[in-house]
């Protein structure tokens, strides 16, 4: 863990006294970032962010030959905006993002670069306002809006007292399948939904069986296990690890070198 810097403590605090939103240059891609929102802080800041995990997705794609991105539980499209410039060989993203302002804030930082010109990212990327699970249903999402990227469906997490889930709003969720149906691509695909991704995950079957999928998963101790054995059972397994970020692969798949 790093240690305390007293610049980014100051700096985050000085930041959040202003309530407009900023349009900044970071990590080589242009953002419209809330001084108070906690991912948005950090970029402003020059606080490091998944910065791993990033650097590995990219040589994933590339290495494997990859050329659709899934960014499941995309938030303000970190993913989406970074690979999409960054890795070569992509010409396919879908961003999924059930929350209405969220989402509406992942389009702003898709068009945002699109003007500018890294690679067309409005030419090849999606965003879909829906979250997914293993039905067609309305659900209810809690979040704190002080930090977009915990919003959950996640009902243990809904009642967590350690965190500031204030606001309740109903969301609209599909199954993988039943919104996308391809079979005998390369993919790489994020999951990111804060408890809800084994229920992503089993509406997503004929995807994993019938595609070369490479998986980045947030996995907390509660659902690890889990999901680790129903990939198992598909045919997944295990191959990289980056903190809570947990990589799956075919077993018939050549590793990532």
Known sequence: MAGFNPYFSVAKRVLRLRKKPILATRLGANWK?????????????GR????AQLQFAQECIEKNGLTTFYDCGA??????????????????????EPV????????????????????GLRGKATAHNYGLGTKSETL???????????ATLDQDEKDN???????RQQVQIHSFDSQIDVSGTSAFIKLDMEGHEAEALKG?????????????????????????????QRGYSVFHEIHHDIYFKRNDCSPST
């Open 33 to 45: 970032l809330y001084p108070s929102d906690w991912i948005d802080n950090r970029m402003l800041i």
């Open 48 to 51: 490091p962010f998944e910065q």
């Open 75 to 96: 938030n303000i499209g970190l993913y989406s905006v970074l690979l999409g410039e960054r890795a070569s060989g992509l010409t396919t993203i879908h961003a999924f």
């Open 100 to 119: 209405p302002k969220t989402w509406a804030r992942l389009c702003e930082n898709l068009d945002l670069n699109d003007l500018r010109g890294l690679n």
């Open 140 to 150: 209810t999402i809690a979040f704190d809006k002080k930090s977009s990227g915990t």
């Open 161 to 167: 007292p350690r965190r500031d889930f204030a606001d």
């Open 204 to 232: 997503m079957k004929n995807m994993l069986a019938n595609n070369n999928c490479y998986l980045q998963i947030e996995l907390w101790d509660k659902n690890r296990e889990q999901v680790k054995d129903w990939l198992a």
